[in-house]
């Protein structure tokens, strides 16, 4: 069975929806204006070098969800979805997402960023299937903590391989598409890697690995889908 794999953020996403997040807290006075802007960004930052200390970023991330009550949160993200998230989907994201699906392919999105921000996007999208960070829920309230192993980096793997097991399938027919180095040890996994946005370090391993590099960015050119989807990476 044929898998399509995405990351979210900067490849199906025309900007991060974490860090977005985060900003969008801040512009809603949800959270200390200045400490939550600088902390949020330097977590970015050390996400892009490669630095980034997931469980120090989790524990500031997830505590907006543990500070408020679920439906100011619920709101919250609705209107981030509309203003924010919605519109970083491009169109040349939507028209690789319907490709695949066109070609009966299974689509799945894996991402580090947690499920309340992401889980309405992959809607949007129309994609079912979502590997995300869990935020924890006892009594109906996040914690501020994680429910089992966040799906960053090598835990992108081990979380990809507990769903595949529970729901059949295998990488055997699979394509990843990622713009970040971080998910260097996915995109090994799979036989058709292919770099989205890519950042210097990633597009300098595709070009070693001679991995196909596109763009799904507004304003982006047309992408030669059938050659991308069917053609075999050594």
Do not use: C
């Not at 630095?51 to 709101?75: H, V, Y």
């Not at 924890?136 to 595949?164: C, N």
């Not at 690995?209 to 050659?227: N, V």
């Amino acid at each position: 069975m044929d898998l399509a794999i995405f990351d979210l953020d900067n490849t199906l996403l025309d900007g991060d929806s974490d860090n977005a997040w985060g900003q969008f807290l801040v512009q809603e006075n949800v959270v200390d204006r200045d400490y939550y802007a600088r902390e949020n960004m330097r977590f970015y930052d050390e996400y892009k070098a490669g630095t980034l200390n997931i469980e120090e970023f989790l524990s500031f991330a997830l505590k907006p969800l543990a500070d408020n009550d679920q439906g100011l949160l619920l709101s919250l993200r609705q209107r981030y979805l509309e203003t924010v998230a919605a519109p970083m989907i491009t169109p040349a994201a939507v028209k690789l997402v319907e490709h695949h699906r066109s070609l009966g392919h299974t689509l799945l999105i894996i991402t580090a960023t947690n499920r309340f921000v992401t889980e309405p996007i992959a809607a949007r999208l129309g994609i079912d299937n979502l590997i995300a960070t869990e935020p924890e829920m006892i009594d109906g309230r996040y914690t501020g903590r994680v429910a089992g192993t966040p799906s960053f980096r090598e835990g992108k793997i081990e979380r990809l391989h507990q769903w595949l097991k529970q729901n059949g399938y295998n990488l055997a027919s699979s394509w990843f598409y990622s713009d970040s180095h971080n998910d260097l040890p996915l995109l090994e996994e799979v036989n058709h890697p292919v770099v989205v946005n890519g950042d210097d370090t990633l597009l300098q391993h595709a070009d070693y690995k001679g991995w196909p590099s596109i763009s799904l960015r507004h304003g982006a050119a047309d992408i030669d889908l059938q050659r991308l989807t069917s053609s075999t990476v050594a």
